[in-house]
């Protein structure tokens, strides 16, 4: 019994300094284009311009001091087109994407906080100029106000979306020693019927990534 106490003790001490050993240490935010969320997604770009007479849905102020330590950029802005049509986009950034602790900002839980009812649509393909992106739908309802919803996830340079996708990308960059960055892009339009609401938010992001430079683009849609 002795022995296999021994045995066993040591076995655990082993996995323990492998674990260490394997931890990310690199942030891959010190090697990839930096992100200046307010600098670089454009105010003006295809007859879009930003309404600051709207702000996008935000978490509670339960949830916000735990959104600002998660992440170290956040974006929220309404823009307008020439009809007079609106479309809110947030964008939510961080250094840190090694946990699950960026959850807090996923539509399905920052509006279900600010009591809407959220239904998912499920996975939708997004079209862009060069490649195509996988993307979330979902709607969301409080009373008379109906919000149709487009998201996706960062990790790095790569686009896709939270569950076991995140948690593979996860892994496989933590095996390779990096601390991986990212973002949460959102957008989302009210007034509208659903699959009218999902083309215009299609138009302008593959509009907004039209007006980015290419490797700035790459981090906020991925590559082609």
């Known amino acids: ?17 492998s674990a260490l050993a394997l931890r990310p240490r ?22 879009w311009t930003i309404d600051p ?13 735990t959104l600002e330590r998660t992440y170290s950029q956040v974006l929220a802005r309404t823009y307008v087109d020439r009809e007079g049509r609106r479309l809110m986009l947030s964008i939510a ?4 994407q090694a946990t699950d602790a960026t959850a807090v900002h ?4 920052c509006y279900s906080a600010q009591g809407f009812a959220v239904r998912t649509l499920g996975e939708d393909r997004l079209a862009l100029a060069q490649h195509a992106i996988k993307v979330r739908r979902l709607v969301a309802r409080l009373g008379p106000r109906m919000e149709p ?8 340079d790569r686009t896709i979306l939270p569950g076991v996708e ?19 892009v959102r957008s989302s339009t009210v007034g509208l019927e659903v ?3 999902f083309r215009l938010q299609d138009s302008f992001l593959t509009a907004m990534e039209q007006a980015m430079p290419a490797p700035v683009g790459a981090r906020y849609f991925g590559h082609a």
């Open 106 to 109: 996923r539509p399905e839980f």
């Open 93 to 96: 950034y961080g250094e840190d």
């Open 26 to 47: 690199q942030r891959a935010s010190l090697e990839l284009m930096p992100v200046h969320l307010e600098q670089q997604v454009p105010q003006a770009f295809s007859g």
């Open 149 to 156: 919803i487009t998201y996706w996830v960062t990790m790095n």
């Open 53 to 65: 007479a709207v702000v996008p849905v935000l978490p509670d102020p339960s949830l916000r001091a």
């Open 195 to 197: 699959p009218a609401s």
């Open 1 to 17: 019994m002795k022995r296999r106490a021994l045995l066993f003790a040591g076995l655990c001490a082993g996995a323990a300094a």
């Open 166 to 184: 995140r948690k593979l990308s996860q892994i496989r960059l933590g095996l390779s020693g990096l601390i991986p960055d990212g973002m949460l």
